[in-house]
């Protein structure tokens, strides 16, 4: 169905998965560790284990540019497989959300000094980023409802308004936020909306809290509500011009959603592997329960649901770089509903093969579960997808 990967690509995938053995997984307990003595400082292994990323040649891997590894949507989608096997790794090979989307977005659409000042040091990993928009007072699905005020004075902008699951800002290395918000509440509906550059030290911007994933706050990343209050930036932060918002949002959303649907599919198949593991080494009323009708099934059914997952994604990552973003909306939004529900489900079933260790920080699968249902709200819920699914199917026949 899909042509087969470059050999540059296919080897950058064989280096991955020799870098995740060698260097990921062995330090797993390492990184909980650090993170656990100092909840909202940067963990040192990150710093070594990006350095020995930079060095083989594994950073950047997402970005088509001269810092990065120009793969198309297709071939770099196996890598976010890879990498979403364990939940951090990502951000080893300078391949995390927001900073993927953060990156590409001021690459596409900044000036030259926007991409001088902030998306240098991204590429470089010496400083990361987030991206505001959902807001706690209104349905932040339907982004025309934000209502974060962005008013132009003189030669600058001032920024009014609550945020909140700004994922990225707890980290100590956040330096930039990319804000979306409302320049003109008169103009036509998808034009009232703007993007702006906010550096994180600018006055009035204040942290309210870390918010948590069924307990789980993800520091030192984090998902901050944070109030912006009389936040004043010069005009020449605004990205592209006022009323661009959300066609800069359609641009960054859609690989993300593919990178986002890729790591799903390696957690799920990690979660498969353990469990897989677990049924082979316990007995339970005289058999192993490898040998118990209701896990066998649950097996095969996981089994064919991530690779179901795999095989939508890479044809919607196929289409975006063949036909177009916008032709492959449907497969953007299908996958967006499909991974997610798929993760859930496969890990729910190796936590209840665990018994009680399945809850239990002795696995990683009770956080990524959190993680996997917290990804059925970001980039838009499955109710929204499913809504333009429905919408575009029904159009064929109009």
Known sequence: ?????????????????????????????????????????????????????????????????????NLSNAEYAPLCEEMG????SSQAFNCSAPDTGNIETIAHFGTDAQKERWLLPLLDGTIRSAFAMTEPAVASSDATNIAC??????????????????????DPRCAIFILMG????????????????????????????????????????????????GVRVPAANILLGEGRGFEIAQARLGPGRIHHCMRLVGLAERALELWCRRLKERVAFGKPLAEQGVQLERVAEARMAIDQARLLTLKAAHMMDTVGNKAARAEIAMIKVVAPNMACKVIDWAIQAHGAAGISQDTVLAQSYAHARKLRFADGPDEVHRAQVGKLELARYT
């Open 1 to 69: 169905m899909h042509p087969d990967p470059s050999p540059r690509a296919a080897k950058l995938l064989s280096d991955l998965r020799g870098f995740m053995a060698a260097h990921i997984y062995p330090n797993e307990q390492l990184y909980h560790d650090q993170v656990a003595a100092e909840r909202w400082a940067h963990p040192p292994i990150l710093d070594e284990l990006s350095d020995r990323a930079k060095a083989a040649g594994l950073w950047n891997l997402f970005f088509s540019g001269e810092q990065g590894q």
């Open 85 to 88: 096997r364990v939940h951090w």
């Open 149 to 170: 005020s962005i008013r132009r004075d003189g030669d600058d902008y001032v920024i009014d308004g609550r945020k909140w699951w700004i994922s990225g800002a707890g």
């Open 182 to 229: 409302k320049t003109d509440p008169d103009a036509p509906r998808h034009k009232q909306q703007s993007m702006i550059l906010v550096p994180r030290d600018t006055p009035g911007i204040n942290v309210l809290r870390p918010l948590t994933v069924f307990n789980y706050d993800d520091a030192p990343h984090g998902h901050m509500e944070i109030v912006f209050e």
